[in-house]
């Protein structure tokens, strides 16, 4: 988890500096995340010998053809909303949509599903949020720079 949260927020502030330092489109970027991306996939099927399982697999069954062209249609769409989220408005903001995105599952999924959180996972929950927004807020207050 602690891997998975230095690398989300790694990821957007890095993005971010490309955009500022660059100038590099959200196409571009997603073309080269998107394209290592499917070299690891495929060096990781090979190292483990499960390339050509995965090849079989997916020609027995057809209908995966489909579901993966709708998956990756809406990947690219949601991709391309982070990318635009990030240049227009910075990864704070982004990260804070995330915060918020996650607040709500939990809140959610407490009330629906009946998931109870202990004292302690509340208060986890609350420090993360209002540091967010805390940093947010403050930075909204910096004059800012259009790119």
């Given at each position: 988890?602690?891997?998975?949260?230095?690398?989300?927020?790694?990821?957007?502030?890095?993005?971010?500096?490309?955009?500022?330092?660059?100038?590099?489109?959200?196409?571009?970027?997603?073309?080269?995340?998107?394209?290592?991306?499917?070299?690891?996939?495929?060096?990781?099927?090979?190292?483990?010998?499960?390339?050509?399982?995965?090849?079989?697999?997916?020609?027995?069954?057809?209908?995966?053809?489909?579901?993966?062209?709708?998956?990756?249609?809406?990947?690219?769409?949601?991709?391309?909303?982070?990318?635009?989220?990030?240049?227009?408005?910075?990864?704070?903001?982004?990260?804070?949509?995330?915060v918020?995105?996650?607040?709500?599952?939990?809140?959610?999924?407490?009330?629906?599903?009946?998931?109870?959180?202990?004292?302690?996972?509340?208060?986890?929950f609350?420090?993360?949020f209002?540091?967010?927004?805390?940093?947010?807020?403050?930075?909204?207050?910096?004059?800012?720079?259009?790119?």
């Open positions: 988890m602690s891997l998975y949260m230095f690398f989300d927020g790694f990821t957007s502030t890095t993005q971010e500096k490309m955009f500022k330092g660059y100038t590099m489109s959200t196409y571009d970027q997603m073309v080269y995340v998107s394209g290592f991306s499917a070299i690891i996939s495929v060096a990781i099927l090979m190292l483990k010998g499960a390339l050509f399982e995965a090849i079989y697999f997916a020609l027995e069954y057809p209908a995966l053809l489909w579901d993966s062209t709708l998956l990756s249609i809406c990947s690219s769409l949601g991709q391309m909303l982070i990318y635009y989220t990030i240049k227009e408005f910075g990864a704070l903001f982004f990260s804070t949509v995330m918020t995105r996650q607040v709500i599952s939990v809140v959610l999924s407490t009330i629906v599903f009946l998931h109870p959180l202990s004292i302690y996972q509340w208060l986890g609350v420090m993360v209002a540091a967010i927004y805390y940093k947010t807020n403050e930075d909204s207050k910096k004059p800012r720079t259009k790119h």
